[in-house]
């Protein structure tokens, strides 16, 4: 990997080595060392010529960047997820700006659907525009591997790591419900007491109307949360909809952890053995679908890990060719273009290209559809890494979506229901909830309505606003709430796990400690 800087910028430094080496002073190479032998003549005589055939450039001061970080083994999960939550963000801006119910069942059916066939309803195009319920499966089997990675590294330690494995799944149980339930704390407060300060009202079409007063308004959210924070309920959050992965999100977690600590002990072969029955139970066997989505990424974690350190079981030691990949993300784009119109499998056997994949669907899943997600988020974390589009993940953009993906999950539906409603209005695309709340924005600059189907002039043009905007919101919501509450719950287990030693009367955390 490249050193990250250019020529000018190499000359610059080593000016400033020969400098600091005619004061007598170390180079600043020499900081990290603990010994080091005095720069000789030959040195000196080898920093002339290297100086020599550097290429001046006097804008270096002007342009020269600090290097480039390398990137982790996982860091294109980071912009797979970020690239989902742009999914998530994509379906619900289609299904908004789209009055007719035509136009909504074209987008929600396969492509042909009473013989409507456009370009964006193909398989595999088709995810960019109604992939955001297969976006949520991706979500739940990144975290199962990411939450998965450091507990499985000191399992596969052996047991002389137990003492950091018990701390490592503490401290994670610990942190999850403040990672994952203050920023929803604070930014559906932030959302509630907008409608009283700003007069502000939600276009949601199930949206709570305002109470008359702001402390009713402030008693019925407190009431609304704390329903909602209880993880084994199946409770709504009424001020954001949108929330409603975040109780499955917790309860994976709880099952990936528990699981590894429950196997902790066993060889590799037995672990490999009850993470895939796990899979199966949760699928096949009882109505677990997430809960398999978690497991899964467990597993492919596992077996990842196994591989880095040439442990892989027998039977998947031999490479495949990049085609056999290409063809597995192939399968995962079909399977996660499956029609969301209906949770009915009489309605996907009348779907073209579907019929015969219906009886697919386990017997104990009620909603069809995870079934298919499953398989396609699945199949994608398998073939990704493989294929030349993980460099697609790992580019600068998809890298800071994942960094603002759980705050643009959290904002794009409260921005959507307010500002969008009024822009979709004025580019030429008003809603019912556009007649009441906002008449005077309908065509205010309204755009023309050709193009592809499901990119719209009318529609693209709302969205030099949105887009920005709901970025912008979300890049503040990740450093005002978000990262904050990371480093607000590692300080408090921190805290909490501090104990005083009775020789020296002083804290040291548990990690210190020997008991």
């Not at 020599?52 to 970080?69: F, I, M, T, V, Y």
Request: a positive charge.
């Amino acid at each position: 990997m490249a050193s990250g800087y250019s020529d000018a910028g190499l000359a610059e430094k080593q000016l400033l080595e020969l400098e600091m080496l005619l004061q007598g002073k170390h180079s600043p190479q020499e900081y990290d060392q603990d010994e080091k032998k005095p720069t000789t003549l030959a040195n000196m005589k080898s920093f002339y010529s290297s100086l020599w055939k550097s290429k001046p450039d006097h804008g270096a001061l002007k342009r020269q960047k600090p290097p480039k970080r390398a990137l982790r083994r996982t860091a294109y999960l980071d912009g797979l997820r970020g690239f989902a939550a742009l999914l998530v963000y994509s379906l619900h801006h289609q299904n908004w700006a789209r009055l007719d119910w035509v136009e909504r069942g074209i987008m929600e059916n396969s492509w042909g659907w009473e013989r409507h066939y456009y370009f964006g309803t193909l398989p595999g195009i088709r995810i960019l525009f109604s992939g955001g319920h297969t976006a949520v499966a991706v979500f739940f089997i990144i975290s199962g591997y990411v939450l998965s990675v450091k507990p499985l590294t000191l399992i596969q330690s052996g047991p002389s790591q137990a003492g950091s494995l018990a701390r490592n799944l503490g401290s994670a149980l610990f942190r999850r419900w403040v990672r994952l339930y203050i920023p929803v704390l604070m930014v559906t407060f932030i959302w509630m007491t907008s409608w009283h300060v700003l007069g502000i009202q939600s276009s949601h079409p199930d949206a709570l109307s305002p109470e008359k007063t702001y402390k009713d308004e402030l008693w019925r959210w407190y009431c609304d949360f704390k329903n909602f924070s209880f993880i084994f309920s199946e409770n709504t959050n009424h001020y954001n909809d949108h929330t409603w992965s975040i109780p499955m999100e917790f309860r994976g977690s709880v099952v990936v952890w528990t699981t590894l600590l429950a196997l902790a002990e066993c060889d590799n072969t037995t672990r490999l053995f009850v993470e895939a029955g796990l899979v199966w139970y949760f699928m096949y066997i009882v109505d677990g679908w997430y809960c398999a989505l978690f497991m899964m990424g467990v597993l492919l974690c596992d077996l990842d890990l196994l591989a880095l350190s040439d442990q892989s079981p027998k039977m998947l030691q031999r490479k495949c060719g990049q085609w056999f990949y290409w063809l597995l993300f192939a399968v995962a784009l079909y399977l996660g273009g499956v029609p969301s119109i209906s949770n009915e499998i009489s309605n996907l056997k009348t779907q073209p290209g579907w019929y015969y994949l219906a009886f697919l669907k386990p017997q104990a899943m009620w909603d069809f559809r995870w079934f298919f997600r499953f398989w396609a988020a699945t199949l994608a974390m398998i073939s990704i890494p493989r294929l030349p589009v993980k460099k697609f993940f790992e580019t600068g953009f998809c890298q800071y979506l994942g960094k603002i993906s759980f705050a643009l999950y959290l904002v794009h539906g409260p921005i959507l229901w307010t500002v969008g409603d009024r822009v979709y209005a004025a580019t030429g695309r008003p809603q019912l909830s556009s007649m009441t709340m906002a008449p005077s924005w309908i065509n205010l600059f309204q755009f023309p309505g050709w193009g592809p189907k499901f990119l719209e002039v009318n529609y693209l043009a709302a969205h030099l606003i949105m887009l920005p905007l709901t970025l912008g919101v979300a890049e503040l919501v990740t450093n005002l709430i978000d990262e904050p509450s990371v480093k607000f719950a590692q300080w408090a287990f921190q805290t909490a796990t501090r104990r005083k030693t009775s020789a020296t009367n002083e804290w040291k955390p548990a990690s210190q400690r020997i008991d």
